[in-house]
């Protein structure tokens, strides 16, 4: 429902015949919403059909999200509107569709939380797994490469929450969609990337103490950064942060992602610490393997069960941390809508129940799916490891 949700309501046709070509207003519609294309003129479809020799393929629900009707505001649910049309969960304060608004809502919520799980998920395997594995001894770099890494943070930061500002802007450019903003944003930055490292290098040759080996103690790091993080309290950091970035989806992502991941990593590198001392690890080290394909195909699979269980957990604190965001004002702009945005629109009017009804219950749906399902993969995971165990002490009896 999230990935078909904005071709399931809109006030543009999915298909339109106009007697010579076809065409597909609404896909061009949402892409254009989305930075890319140019947008579809909705002026065409003011009436049924826009000519006597055309046809077209309509969505179920023929309302914008965000589209206010100031003839009929706060109706309840199954209200008939204009042109036989119907409002089949009612409208808002705005005289706005909230199925339209749900629909929309739900690819908006979603995409961020599987979004910033996938960073958290990155971020976490990455740190957890260089903390586990190599420890506070097992990992060296050069001094030049140490020195490089802080500004890479600060770089990458800077390219993906501000440059689509302050790098390039649409009048002075001429570029007009966001996506051509942000590549623009990126390619600067990692050019800028790779002339700091160049340059660096370059001085590591005329320099010797930067060409130097450097012990890291990394499985510290990781774990003093860890508490840091686990010490405050999540929701309050993100809204301290929040309210000094401009809010956007590309923000609630990353924000979100770089706060979610020590629950990820703390599991990862315990379950490599087991693992890595285990006769099968030592096993395919001794048949000369790499440690890269140590760790992907004989590490990875057996902590691969309790990451799983993780990742689902955090995927419902997630969809509850963007709702609060969004509540409170602080994640999206006013004109993206979210189930969170939904619900903060529903206190101008407490008295349409409808209006905090059918959000909260989506939200609530969500949040037990993935508590669902990780008490499935954790069953499954303990059915799977159970006959091992037992065969492992009938073998030592």
Sequence with gaps: MALAGPFLSGALPLVWWDGHNIHFPLLKYRFFQWGVGSPFPLQE????????????????????????????????????????????????????????????GAFVSLSIAFSAMLLSLLVGTLLGGMAGFFGDHGFRMRLFTALLLPFLGVLLWF??????????????????????LKLGAWSVGLVLICLFGYSLQSVGRWVPWLRRQISVPLDTLVVKLMEGLTAFPRLLLIVALMSGIEPGWTSVVVLLGLLSWPPLARL??????????????????????????????????NVSGPLAVAVANGLASLIMAEAGLSFLGLGLPMDIMSWGRMLMSARQALEAWWLIVFPAGMIWAFVALCHATARRIEDAYLKESAPTEFNKNSGRS
Excluded: C
């Design 45 to 104: 479809f003011q009436q049924e059909f826009p000519s006597p020799d055309s046809w077209a393929i309509w969505p179920p629900n023929r309302f914008e999200p965000l589209q206010p009707d100031f003839l009929h505001i706060l109706r309840p649910p199954l209200t008939p509107s204009d042109h036989g049309r119907m409002h089949l969960l009612g409208t808002d304060a705005l005289g706005r569709d909230v199925l339209a608004q749900l629909l929309h």
């Design 159 to 180: 390219v993906i929450v501000d440059a689509n500002e302050l790098l390039f802007y649409s009048d002075v450019s001429g570029i007009q969609h966001p996506f051509f």
């Design 268 to 301: 990862w590198r315990a379950g490599l610490l087991q693992a890595k001392t285990s006769d099968y690890a030592m096993a395919a080290r001794a048949l000369g393997f790499h440690e890269t394909r140590v760790i992907g195909r004989h590490l990875l699979p």
